[in-house]
């Protein structure tokens, strides 16, 4: 009897696991087939359709077709520009004719009604240019700078802007960033910066050194110059000072001071044919044996420079290297008896030595500040300035010069370098810690402030101290 009822029992339980089983399973399909058909393409058949057939949209300046399109497209899109150049059907960018008009009357407009005021001298001493005349663009900064005393001062948040001040617009050129400050400078020489745009420039815009699409050059500063409001205002163009090189001569070294003399053409880097040379006489014109800087530069760079300036508005200042200015204020304010100044840029680093203030000389060297950046590594740095100590230590041996007690340091490769809240090594000292010039530079309160690197104090300094001697 037991027997028969676990026989029946085992039998009943088979039965029983199986009907859940089968259950089990049935669900597992009917789950299976469900999650199928929330898959299933046919579902969304057509949202993907429509999906499919929509344009996607992508902003401008991410389809045009070169880099440089794509930054002016970007600051129009953001600030709601639009493009003052214009062209004809040739293609070429025509001079409007504002730029016509004053192209032959800079000098008279100027003199009228005195945009800018100099504490010692007038701007009626400016000579401006155009290709013919950029000789006397360059030649004009150094001669005032050389007469100009500068008060040490202090950066003043408080600037006044009187009636007598002036606005006008400073570009900065350098290792493929061009920044353009609009500046105020008022009676006392104080420099207030009103706003700030730093942009790339491609290489197809400027090459190594060249100008090579001055139409496109044109555009970018017609569309910076329209967005902080300079369409009218002077403007001031500073190159990167290794397009540069300086020599300075006695008089008695030369048969003539012209750039056909064989003692000025040996010192220059390019061809007879190619170079642009400016002179400026140091001496006084009753002593004997005269000192004669001669800055060298290519010819074709010049031009391709003045050929975009006459395609803009503004009337041109000049066309200035930046530090031969920069070391001029330098030993306005300080009475040693050498002075090294030494730009550090990206990828190269200009020295300058001076003996007694004016006998100066410039040197490149194939270095800058992209071999010793890194986030990793902030040794690199240190490692810069021992190698650049070595090799000022060599260019003084040449001149039986002894090291001075300091070596005066500015340009964009040293923000990259070094942080500003950090000192530097011993022996060097930043050019922003003399406090050469009293200016204002506040980004919070500016409307447009615009920069591509992390820091530009060295830039804000450089303006700053060239802008003040004007």
């Known amino acids: 009897m037991l027997d028969r009822f676990e026989h029946f029992y085992k039998n009943a339980n088979k039965k029983l696991n199986a009907n859940k ?7 597992l399909i009917k789950k299976r087939i469900d999650i199928l058909k929330l898959l299933s393409p046919f579902r969304f058949k057509n949202k993907l359709k429509s999906l499919i057939n929509k344009k996607i949209e992508l902003p401008d300046y991410l389809t045009v077709d070169s880099f440089s399109k794509g930054i002016r497209l970007f600051i129009k899109d953001k600030y709601g520009l639009t493009s003052k150049a214009s062209k004809d059907e040739s293609g070429k960018v025509k001079i409007n004719s504002y730029s016509k008009r004053y192209k032959f009357s800079f000098i008279s407009k100027i003199l009228n009604i005195k945009l800018i005021t100099f504490q010692k001298n007038k701007i009626n001493s400016i000579k401006y240019f155009i290709k013919d005349n950029l000789s006397k663009g360059l030649n004009y900064p150094l001669k005032t700078i050389k007469d100009f005393q500068i008060n040490i001062s202090f950066r003043n948040n408080k600037i006044k802007v009187d009636k007598e001040a002036h606005t006008i617009g400073v570009a900065i ?13 008022n009676k006392n020489n104080q420099v207030l910066v009103k706003g700030l745009i730093e942009v790339p420039v491609p290489g197809d815009v400027i090459g190594d050194k060249i100008v090579e699409d001055s139409n496109e050059l044109s555009n970018i500063l017609l ?49 007879p044919n190619d170079t642009f040379i400016e002179f400026l006489k140091l001496s006084k014109e009753s002593e004997e044996d005269r000192l004669i800087r001669t800055v060298y530069s290519n010819r074709k760079l010049i031009e391709s420079w003045t050929d975009t300036l006459e395609t803009l508005n503004n009337p041109i200042i000049g066309i200035i290297p930046s530090a031969p200015n920069v070391f001029d204020i330098l030993t306005s304010n300080i009475k040693d008896e050498t002075t090294v100044l030494i730009d550090i840029e990206i990828t190269k680093t200009i020295v300058l030595l001076g003996r007694d203030s004016y ?61 500003k809240n950090i000192a530097l090594p011993s022996r060097f000292l930043r050019l922003s810690d003399m406090k050469l010039v009293d200016y204002s530079y506040e980004p919070k309160s500016m409307d447009i402030h615009e920069t591509e690197s992390n820091s530009i104090e060295s830039t804000i300094v450089t303006l700053s101290l060239i802008t003040s001697c004007l």
Do not use: M
Not at 21 to 27: A, G, H, I
Not at 173 to 185: D, G, P
Not at 242 to 265: A, G, M, R
């Open 21 to 27: 089983l089968s259950k089990k399973l049935e669900s």
């Open 173 to 185: 050129y350098s290792e493929h960033l061009v920044t353009l400050a609009k500046v105020i400078l």
């Open 223 to 271: 569309d910076l110059l329209s967005l902080l409001k300079l369409e009218e205002s002077p403007l001031l163009v500073i190159l990167s000072s290794s397009f540069f090189n300086v020599h300075t001569f006695y008089s008695s070294e030369l048969k003539q001071i012209s750039n056909t003399d064989n003692t000025v053409q040996s010192k220059s880097p390019y061809l």
């Open 359 to 419: 006998n100066l000389s410039s040197h490149k060297i194939p270095y800058g500040s992209s071999l010793y950046t890194s986030d990793l590594n902030s040794d690199l740095s240190n490692n810069y300035f021992q190698r650049i100590l070595a090799s000022i230590e060599l260019i003084l041996s040449e001149y039986h010069e002894k090291l001075p007690s300091y070596i005066y340091a500015y340009g964009q490769g040293l923000d990259n370098l070094v942080d």
